[in-house]
């Protein structure tokens, strides 16, 4: 059964950089598309890009100039870097698995929740 | 961006039948998800392709629609049902809908 678990710090200054990591068991990263998506208090939901089996990345527009996706393929890891963070960037954080580049995505992790405050 | 619309709540009895939609700002041909998101948990997918069942999902759910309008119907409601339902868009760049509530009276 593929499990993904996400794992960082709760808590990030302003300006600062978060960084996550999804741990994936049950099912290798070099197959298949890997992505993070969050989701804002009051719900909104908002995709932020994916890392596929080949190591390819492709990123929410909004986002291309601060998100970074990497992998560990012998961790069987990947990982998610967003610089500059302000008040805004709080949400809950999901890494998530899609046999297709958009989705759908149909293995979820726990999420793990970041707060962004001084 | 491509924009869904979903209405924000929803209240129904059990053992009644229950659609939510989602309507997006262009059309997504059938590239339409629905996930069930229960409180403190992570979203679970029910519907692929606008009207694909994932595996061990309940028959009691089932999708339909095209271009931009979409349809999650529950029939018959269970009281396990109470949960935020989400559309997705993978047409392009994904998006979501802001998810509609689903209370049971």
């Known amino acids: 059964e593929v499990q993904l678990q996400e794992s960082g710090p709760g808590l990030v200054k302003p300006s600062q950089s978060l960084s996550l990591t999804c741990s994936v068991t049950?099912?290798?990263?070099?197959?298949?598309?890997w992505g993070w998506i969050r989701k804002f208090p009051g719900n909104k939901m908002e995709w932020m890009g994916y890392?596929?089996?080949?190591?390819?990345?492709s990123y929410n527009p909004s986002l291309k100039s601060r998100i970074s996706i990497t992998r560990d393929t012998s961790k069987n890891q990947f990982f998610l870097q967003l610089n500059s963070v302000t008040t805004e960037d709080t949400a809950t954080y999901y890494c998530a698995s899609a046999y297709v580049y958009y989705g759908p995505y149909g293995y979820w992790g726990q999420g793990v929740m970041v707060t962004v405050s001084s | 961006d491509t924009v869904l619309t979903q209405s924000p709540a929803l209240a129904v009895s059990p053992g009644e039948r229950v659609t939510i939609s989602c309507r997006a700002s262009e059309s997504v041909s059938t590239g339409m998800h629905w996930y069930q998101q229960k409180p403190g948990q992570q979203p679970k997918l029910l519907i692929y392709?606008?009207?694909n069942l994932e595996s061990g999902v309940p028959a009691r759910f089932s999708g339909s629609g095209s271009g931009t309008d979409f349809t999650l119907t529950i029939d018959p409601v269970e009281a396990d049902d109470t949960a935020t339902y989400f559309c997705q868009q993978s047409w392009n760049d994904p998006t979501f809908g802001g998810g509609t509530k689903l209370e049971l009276k």
């Open positions: 392709g606008a009207s």
């Open positions: 049950g099912y290798s990263i070099t197959s298949n598309y």
């Open positions: 890392i596929s089996y080949s190591g390819s990345t």
